[in-house]
């Protein structure tokens, strides 16, 4: 194994490279943009074989992606932000179309205020589409999950879009040691896309995206609700083969040091990592501490989250996203879907650092709660 | 049953999908006033309107284009 110090967004352009799509349409936009100039290059090296599409909006990235998944070629694209936003008519087209595009997010801040940083609402807006959505904690994460997600979305009982997430400027533009596979170990967990659902070929001619009256619309609706349950027996599938092959095992949650945790923090993306930290430091201290990380948010995995969590007494959970009035949306779906005791943490929004002591301060009014959900980190002064 | 993505796999759906229902207003032609300019049919964006002028009511959805368009106002637009 060969590591290579490399930013998460070139750990995603290499995952990209490996898979090798034929046509990828993007456009550039903080965070996200070293993604699309890696992509640029290795298309015009000639590494990727691949129609590279400068687009002139995200809108018309995502349209072309549609389109060209539609004459049944693999496609890629990555976007953030104010650019997934503009997508959101054709990402739930896409998702409805059954078209298994690829895509990864830089987790960023929606505007207003204008923000360029990071915190996960742009995709957590998008959790209704029915798209899969993996968090990635790292660079290696990142990259796994890429090939993870083209043989999840593009298998038969699944065919939906998938969308890989990392946290803006936090991975994007941090650097550090990642293990490229090689092309013949991917070839064989990654087979050649073959679709004979849905795409444009004029020996077969059909249509695709037709008007749909009421008597058709709600089961292909429900058809695409069994396809993302469904799709949780093709994730865990895909995981242990990608175990086999690269040594490395993801699941639906990461569990750390969680088994006989008194108290259990659930957050996702790179926060991750800095809790884990917290968590070592209040152990050695003898406090039963442990973190849930929840990798997998669509398909979502209630039993997985609820087996890892249920011995706890108290469940602090992080969310970098809000939905006004209700609080975190992680914490309201665990609320929604599990009896346990849990308490929302709304964090890091537009990129405001969360640091060890906010860690341990949410620990704390997890033991001690006072009410359901509140803000961490706030500028005391300005409130 | 709905194909996976609800692609239409068979041609000819439009034959069972007669969108004549969503009309409000009916155009009718008086064909002694026509003078045969073929402005309706030319400007029919459904093409509802043959070589002959009649009109497929099956299809037609009352946009009234072809009374906006006729010189010699032989369409009516009559509420259904």
Same mark, same amino acid.
């Given at each position: 194994?060969?590591?290579?110090?490399?930013?998460?967004n070139?750990?995603i352009?290499e995952?990209?490279?490996? %898979?090798?799509?034929?046509?990828?349409p993007?456009?550039?936009?903080?965070?996200?943009?070293?993604?699309?100039?890696?992509?640029?290059?290795?298309?015009?090296?000639?590494?990727?074989? %691949?129609?590279?599409?400068r687009?002139? !909006?995200e809108?018309?990235?995502?349209?072309a992606?549609?389109?060209?998944?539609?004459?049944?070629?693999?496609?890629?694209?990555?976007?953030?932000?104010?650019?997934?936003?503009?997508?959101?008519?054709?990402i739930?087209?896409?998702?409805?179309?059954?078209?298994?595009?690829?895509?990864a997010?830089?987790?960023?801040?929606?505007?207003?205020?204008l923000?360029?940083?990071?915190?996960?609402?742009?995709?957590?807006?998008?959790?209704?589409?029915?798209w899969?959505?993996?968090y990635?904690e790292?660079?290696q994460? %990142?990259?796994?999950?890429?090939?993870?997600?083209?043989?999840?979305?593009?298998?038969?009982?699944?065919?939906?879009?998938s969308?890989?997430?990392?946290?803006?400027?936090?991975?994007?533009?941090?650097?550090?040691?990642?293990?490229?596979?090689?092309?013949?170990?991917?070839?064989?967990?990654?087979?050649?896309?073959?679709?004979?659902?849905?795409?444009?070929?004029?020996?077969?001619?059909?249509?695709?995206?037709?008007?749909?009256?009421?008597?058709?619309?709600?089961?292909?609706?429900?058809?695409?609700?069994?396809?993302?349950?469904?799709?949780?027996?093709?994730?865990?599938?895909?995981?242990?083969?990608?175990?086999?092959?690269?040594?490395?095992k993801?699941?639906?949650?990461?569990?750390?040091?969680?088994?006989?945790?008194?108290i259990?923090?659930?957050?996702?993306?790179?926060?991750? !990592?800095?809790?884990?930290?917290?968590?070592?430091?209040?152990?050695?201290?003898?406090e039963?501490?442990?973190?849930?990380?929840v990798?997998?948010?669509?398909?979502?995995?209630?039993? *997985?989250?609820?087996?890892?969590?249920?011995?706890?007494? &108290?469940?602090?959970?992080?969310?970098?996203?809000?939905?006004?009035?209700?609080?975190?949306?992680?914490?309201?779906?665990?609320?929604? &879907?599990?009896?346990?005791?849990?308490?929302g943490?709304i964090?890091?929004?537009?990129?405001?650092?969360i &640091?060890?002591?906010?860690?341990? *301060?949410?620990?704390?009014?997890?033991?001690?709660?006072?009410t359901?959900?509140?803000?961490?980190?706030?500028?005391?002064?300005?409130? | 049953m709905?194909?996976?993505?609800?692609a239409?796999?068979?041609?000819?759906?439009?034959?069972?999908?007669?969108?004549g229902?969503w009309?409000?207003?009916?155009?009718?032609?008086?064909?002694?006033?026509?003078?045969?300019?073929?402005n309706?049919?030319?400007?029919?964006?459904?093409?509802?309107i043959?070589?002959?002028?009649d009109?497929?009511?099956?299809?037609?959805?009352?946009?009234?284009?072809?009374?906006?368009?006729?010189?010699?106002?032989?369409i009516?637009?009559?509420?259904?």
């Amino acid at each position: 194994m060969v590591l290579k110090v490399m930013s998460a967004n070139q750990a995603i352009a290499e995952a990209v490279k490996l %898979a090798n799509p034929n046509v990828i349409p993007v456009y550039p936009i903080t965070p996200q943009t070293t993604i699309s100039e890696y992509l640029a290059k290795f298309v015009a090296d000639g590494d990727i074989k %691949a129609e590279y599409i400068r687009v002139e !909006s995200e809108h018309s990235a995502i349209s072309a992606c549609l389109g060209a998944s539609g004459t049944g070629v693999r496609v890629f694209t990555a976007t953030s932000s104010q650019g997934l936003a503009l997508m959101h008519e054709i990402i739930f087209a896409a998702a409805g179309l059954r078209a298994p595009i690829v895509m990864a997010d830089a987790n960023r801040a929606l505007s207003a205020p204008l923000s360029i940083w990071n915190d996960q609402q742009d995709s957590i807006s998008e959790r209704d589409s029915g798209w899969m959505q993996i968090y990635a904690e790292n660079g290696q994460e %990142a990259l796994d999950s890429i090939l993870i997600s083209y043989r999840v979305s593009e298998d038969k009982e699944v065919l939906l879009p998938s969308m890989v997430c990392i946290d803006g400027f936090i991975l994007t533009h941090t650097v550090e040691p990642v293990d490229v596979p090689g092309k013949e170990d991917v070839d064989k967990f990654l087979p050649l896309y073959k679709p004979d659902h849905a795409y444009l070929d004029p020996k077969r001619p059909m249509s695709i995206g037709t008007f749909t009256d009421p008597n058709y619309y709600m089961e292909a609706r429900h058809d695409m609700e069994v396809a993302l349950e469904g799709a949780k027996k093709v994730i865990t599938k895909a995981n242990s083969e990608f175990a086999e092959i690269f040594g490395r095992k993801y699941d639906f949650v990461e569990k750390y040091r969680s088994d006989d945790a008194d108290i259990i923090l659930v957050a996702m993306g790179s926060i991750c !990592s800095s809790i884990k930290d917290v968590v070592d430091e209040l152990r050695d201290k003898g406090e039963k501490i442990g973190l849930v990380r929840v990798r997998v948010f669509r398909p979502f995995p209630t039993d *997985e989250i609820y087996e890892a969590i249920k011995g706890a007494s &108290k469940i602090g959970v992080l969310d970098k996203n809000v939905s006004f009035s209700i609080g975190g949306v992680l914490h309201n779906e665990i609320k929604a &879907k599990m009896d346990v005791d849990a308490y929302g943490f709304i964090v890091g929004l537009g990129g405001r650092d969360i &640091k060890p002591e906010h860690i341990k *301060e949410i620990i704390e009014k997890t033991k001690n709660p006072t009410t359901q959900s509140q803000w961490i980190g706030l500028n005391k002064e300005d409130i | 049953m709905v194909s996976v993505g609800a692609a239409v796999k068979e041609p000819g759906s439009t034959r069972k999908n007669k969108t004549g229902s969503w009309r409000t207003f009916k155009p009718i032609l008086d064909k002694e006033k026509c003078i045969e300019c073929e402005n309706c049919i030319m400007f029919c964006p459904e093409g509802c309107i043959n070589k002959d002028y009649d009109i497929d009511y099956d299809y037609c959805k009352g946009c009234g284009i072809c009374e906006e368009e006729c010189p010699v106002k032989a369409i009516k637009m009559e509420r259904e």
